[in-house]
């Protein structure tokens, strides 16, 4: 009932901005040109009252491990007592730095991959998962997030020396720290990282299903989308158990992949999903299905997907009507936030705040999340905007 109640309000969004613009502009004077900029008719507010900084927001598609900052790294490299891995970092920025990317997507996505890798070398045991997740969800809460969805790799957990169980309770603790303080919620995906190999993800999906938690809500596949196949992968997900499934499909590899992972897993929730943009009837296909692409504009850039931001299909989707949520993917390595991918959706590709109000409600709609704290979710975001 929140949810449908939820619906009603976006519906009525034009008015309460507009009416809010109206007493902004004062109260029996007539609006000058610059303020009628403000309502044209197709919904694209050249400029809002409410601030897109302060407006609440979701980040449905984030890596945990992407999230470890430079500072971070360098933090648990000192406690650990390990040397921070050779070139990680360029000397003249303090940024990560890819060091076989040899300008192609193709070496971009190596390059990201491998400094992702040595990045997460000098995690070591369950403190240091802990410090992370809280250290992701206090930054994020301070930009006004209200919900992230987590990715997690119990593989990489285990390169730190942690049992599936282990992590899980890491991760579970670091969130409930920083709930206490900031209100944020979260949730998280297991996931398994195809170029690590079949066994592996059977390896993983035993785990998920030998140890279930609550904060654990969904699964999912990452990493080199050109290794293997969803229906090599598909035993893992049926041991596994979890219904609540996104992949990551149609980034790196061809449209094909994404009608693959819709047929094979069944999912609706894509991360990326971008080349049904230029597949016609795949689009189409997608649409009926009511598909939700996750979309991440910093990481699709810095991967060298497109061009150019004029490129990006985010705005050809969000004009279709694809129910379009924002992730900040690996942040840390994008330079990016959430709070920047809203800003970029809204001067970049022009999407007004009631549109993006429209994407934070999204969001909250196809999270993997009990009914109850959904319903609480969109009970806030409402509190925030209106």
């Not at 949810?3 to 507009?18: C, E, M, T």
């Not at 990493?223 to 499909?249: C, M, R, W, Y």
Request: charged share 25%.
């Amino acid at each position: 009932p929140t949810s449908r109640f939820a619906l009603d309000i976006v519906l009525q969004l034009d008015d309460i901005l507009r009416f809010s613009l109206i007493q902004h502009a004062g109260t029996g004077r007539d609006m000058d040109n610059s303020q009628q900029q403000f309502f044209p008719e197709n919904d694209r507010h050249n400029s809002t009252i409410v601030d897109v900084k302060n407006m609440p927001k979701v980040d449905l598609h984030v890596h945990l491990e992407g999230t470890i900052t430079p500072d971070m790294v360098q933090k648990l490299a000192n406690k650990n007592g390990i040397d921070v891995p050779y070139k990680l970092f360029d000397e003249r920025t303090t940024n990560f730095q890819w060091i076989n990317d040899d300008n192609t997507p193709a070496g971009a996505l190596r390059g990201f991959l491998q400094a992702y890798d040595l990045a997460t070398s000098v995690l070591r045991g369950a403190a240091d998962y802990e410090m992370i997740t809280y250290d992701f969800l206090v930054r994020c809460a301070k930009e006004g997030c209200i919900y992230a969805e987590i990715i997690i790799s119990p593989d990489h957990g285990k390169m730190a020396g942690l049992s599936y169980s282990e992590m899980v309770a890491a991760v579970a603790s670091g969130y409930e720290r920083a709930r206490c303080e900031t209100g944020i919620e979260a949730r998280f995906i297991s996931t398994f990282v195809r170029q690590f190999g079949i066994d592996a993800a059977l390896a993983v999906a035993r785990d998920i299903h030998a140890n279930p938690h609550p904060l654990v809500t969904g699964l999912g596949l990452a990493g080199d989308e050109n290794f293997g196949t969803f229906q090599d992968f598909k035993p893992a997900f049926d041991i596994a158990g979890l219904k609540s499934i996104s992949v990551h499909a149609g980034e790196a590899a061809g449209s094909e992949s994404i009608r693959a992972a819709r047929d094979f897993l069944g999912v609706r929730r894509f991360g990326h999903m971008l080349q049904a943009a230029y597949d016609g009837d795949l689009l189409q296909e997608q649409l009926a299905l009511n598909a939700i692409p996750e979309i991440c504009v910093s990481s699709n850039m810095a991967l060298r997907i497109f061009s150019s931001l004029t490129d990006h299909p985010f705005r050809k989707f969000v004009d279709l009507g694809l129910k379009v949520v924002l992730g900040s993917d690996d942040p840390s390595f994008f330079r990016t936030s959430i709070g920047k991918e809203y800003e970029i959706a809204h001067s970049e590709f022009g999407l007004s705040v009631t549109q993006l109000f429209r994407i934070t409600c999204n969001a909250i709609e196809e999270a993997f999340l009990d009914d109850e704290t959904r319903s609480q979710l969109m009970a806030t975001a409402i509190s925030r905007f209106v």
